[in-house]
């Protein structure tokens, strides 16, 4: 006999189903010998239940002399074996041929069982690893699924020709269609607004992927698309990866961060333009005013071409007094100007002087509506005058934002000042809105920038006017802890917004009374100490000391604190060698440290002070910090 296949081992588990002895012992001698772990059944009922019990790889179905089984029974039992059987069945027993591997002839020959045997049991095999494929490659489809979907970038797979292949759930929130029906869809019908086709076209004929941003109308956002062609080992596959990712909000603030380098630019040259040109402006100014009066006064006896040249004078102060506004104007960027009045500031009564006073060109051009919110604006610390100037070049910049007046009509257009209380981002808001051409996303870039408009190429019919406005709008804004920003209007147009911060405002409820407790600051600084002590010497009683063995010896000689503010970094005795020699003699007392931390701390120190449950304050330490941590500390020696 041949020897045994490899297959045919202890590891091999047969179900023989023969009724004549005969027949088993000539399958069992051949098996057995090659250490199988064969189990008999002389009934198709019994082999089932077999079966049922305990799964075989391979089942030998003598059909010659042995009741065939139900079909279907047994595909059902027989799992993931495989069927060999002895003898051909019966013309009816066709689907039974069907479900089978093979059929093996009497007289039975042992080699040709052994080869139908390993045959059988190799497919056993390779249908089972293809099974376990089959499960992985579901799962990793699964995993891979939940993984794209959890992408916060839109991400789409795309053929040649457009075809949807694959989209994250990112992609079906941003068009509004799920997976199914995303794959229905041409790429240019699901995402119209971008036509990514060109793109996807030469991404896919050159080979390399590529980055843009693009800004589809309509939207109103902003999309940084990447493309991507798959390769696979290094061959093209005539597919691509497209990358959609906002970045409406990072552009914003990119645009916001550049204008601020930009405005300290200016209040650099500003500081010394305007130094520069106000010597001789102020010259140029009052004599030209006193020749004006001097002519004026012999305006009688003057011959006609002096007259001349008295309005030549007058119209020369106009411009030199036009300059002195611009460098006016510039000053405000300079830092000698950078303090802000400290007043009480009624933004009721701002809105109501402005109004007022561009009421007469406002009625030319347009209707104006003023939704004033129900309760008066809360009252504002600030300056009334830099402000009242900032609404004042709001609502210019509205009218300016319009057609010329022969270009409309008085119904046709709109300028609306809005105002609310949000209490819940502590601010107030102020809206002027206009119903003009809408301002192309470049122009609201640089709307704040100064003498912009003269750069920009505006829509037709839009008033250029040269000037600082909006720029030094944007300049006093932000020294009052605001806010500006340009945007689209509601219902069309633009408008201009202005936040400016409730914190600090006037009529605010004075801070609730706290018992004075005992302070002690450790600082080898001794202009901070001294800062420290005007902060807080007002609502507490504050002990300085200028290193860490005098805080030490103070504390050694009993005297007791509520909080102990404890720089990290000093010479002699650092922070923490003065709070573990502390906590060696005082539990309770090291507890009561807070630590003043400002970089500048080995690693190893650092590590140390993570180990230490204590709070921190980073310096610069304003006010309130100090005042937090002092109550904080002050709720934890109660609970004690």
């Known amino acids: 006999m041949d020897s045994c296949p490899a297959l ?75 069927l060999l059987l002895l003898g051909t069945p019966a013309v009816e027993g066709a689907e039974l041929l069907a479900l089978a591997e093979g059929c093996l002839p009497w007289p039975l020959e042992p080699s040709l069982l052994l080869r139908s045997c390993e045959r059988a049991l190799q497919r056993t095999a390779l ?97 940084t698309i990447t493309v991507s062609p798959l390769r696979q080992d290094g061959a093209a596959t005539g597919a691509a990866v497209i990358l959609l990712r906002d970045v409406t909000d990072e552009r914003r603030l990119q645009r916001r961060l550049l204008l601020g380098e930009r405005m300290a630019a200016v209040g650099q040259l500003a ?6 040109i106000n010597n001789p402006l102020s010259f140029v100014l009052s004599n030209l005013q006193l020749a004006g009066e001097l002519l004026q006064s012999q305006s009688a006896q003057m011959p006609t071409p002096l007259r001349e040249l008295e309005e030549m004078l007058g119209e020369c102060l106009v411009g030199v007094r036009r300059v002195r506004d611009i460098v006016r104007d510039l000053r405000t960027f300079a830092s000698t100007e950078a303090h802000t009045a400290d007043g009480e500031v009624r933004l009721d009564d701002l809105i109501d002087v402005a109004i007022r006073l561009t009421r007469s060109e406002v009625q030319r051009r347009a209707r104006l509506v003023y939704e004033r919110d129900l309760s008066p604006l809360p009252p504002l610390r600030g300056d009334a005058g830099k402000l009242g100037h900032v609404l004042l070049n709001l609502l210019e910049q509205a009218l300016h934002n319009l057609p010329a007046p022969e270009d409309s009509g008085r119904c046709n257009h709109c300028i609306t000042v809005r105002t609310r209380v949000d209490r819940r981002l502590g601010q107030i808001e102020i ?18 920038e100064p003498f912009s408009q003269r750069r920009l190429r505006l829509p037709p019919g839009l008033s250029a006017r040269a000037g600082m406005g909006l720029a030094v709008s944007y300049e006093v804004v932000q ?88 720089d990290v970094m000093m010479p002699a005795m650092n922070g923490l060698e003065l709070h573990q020699a502390v906590a060696d003699r005082d539990a309770r007392c090291a507890r009561r440290f807070v630590f003043l931390t400002g970089g500048g701390a080995s690693s190893e120190l650092l590590e140390r002070l993570r180990q230490v449950d204590n709070p921190r304050v980073d310096k610069p330490v304003a006010r309130e910090s100090l005042v937090r941590a002092i109550e904080l500390q002050a709720r934890v020696a109660a609970s004690e």
Do not use: M
């Open 8 to 82: 045919l081992g202890p590891r091999a588990s047969v179900l023989l189903v023969a009724q004549q002895r005969l027949h088993q012992r000539a399958v069992a001698e051949v098996l057995q010998a090659c250490g199988c772990a064969l189990r008999i059944a002389a009934e198709a009922e019994a082999a089932l239940a077999l079966l049922a019990a305990v799964p075989s790889d391979l089942v030998i179905w003598d059909v010659v002399a042995t009741q065939a089984p139900d079909p279907q029974a047994l595909r059902s039992a027989l799992g993931e074996g495989t």
């Open 271 to 276: 500081a010394g333009l305007a130094h520069e």
């Open 479 to 566: 020294r009052h802890g605001g806010q500006i920003e340009a945007r689209p209007g509601p219902q069309g147009g633009n408008e201009l917004i202005v936040r400016l911060p409730l914190v600090g405002s006037v009529g605010q409820a004075p801070p609730p009374r706290v018992p004075r407790r005992r302070v002690l600051f450790v600082d080898d600084e001794p202009l901070l100490l001294r800062s420290y002590h005007r902060l807080i010497g007002d609502l507490h009683d504050v002990t300085t000391v200028a290193s860490g063995r005098e805080a030490l010896a103070l504390l050694q000689q009993g005297q007791s604190f509520d909080t102990i503010f404890c």
């Open 127 to 223: 249908a089972r690893k293809g099974r376990r494929f089959d499960h992985a490659l579901r799962q990793a489809e699964k995993d891979w699924g939940r993984l794209l979907d959890i992408l916060p970038d839109a991400l789409v797979l795309c053929d040649a020709d457009g075809h949807i292949l694959c989209a994250n759930r990112a992609l079906c929130d941003l068009v509004g269609l799920d997976t199914a029906e995303l794959r229905r869809r041409l790429l240019d019908e699901a995402l119209s607004p971008l036509q990514l086709r060109p793109r996807l076209r030469e991404a896919l004929t050159t080979g390399a992927a590529f980055t843009f941003d693009e800004s589809p109308p309509g939207l109103g956002r902003t999309f």
């Open 431 to 448: 809206a002027v809105a206009d119903t003009g051409p809408t301002l192309s996303e470049e122009v609201r870039a640089h709307l704040f």
